[in-house]
């Protein structure tokens, strides 16, 4: 790939510019940062759908 520019995009968190080892961060602060929005549910995508039934565990109130 060495026809692809080495160009630098901006750290998506902060706006700094990326760092090879982080990328698409500026840092493993950034990243981390991001990985905590991912799991803390920041990121998710609203739909009217509901859930599978096999995609939750049964409540204990439920008669199975």
């Known amino acids: ?6 160009k630098r995009g ?13 990328r698409p961060f500026c840092s493993g602060r ?3 940062v ?9 990121y998710r995508i609203p ?3 509901r859930p599978d039934d096999g995609d939750w565990p049964a409540s ?3 008669d199975s």
Do not use: Q
């Not at 991001?34 to 920041?42: E, I, K, Q, Y």
């Open 60 to 62: 204990e109130d439920e």
């Open 10 to 22: 901006k750290c998506p968190i902060c706006g700094k510019a990326t760092v090879e080892a982080h």
């Open 30 to 32: 950034c990243a981390d």
């Open 47 to 49: 739909t009217d759908e």
């Open 34 to 42: 991001d990985l905590g929005r991912w799991l803390g549910g920041t």
């Open 1 to 6: 790939m060495e026809h692809m520019s080495k």
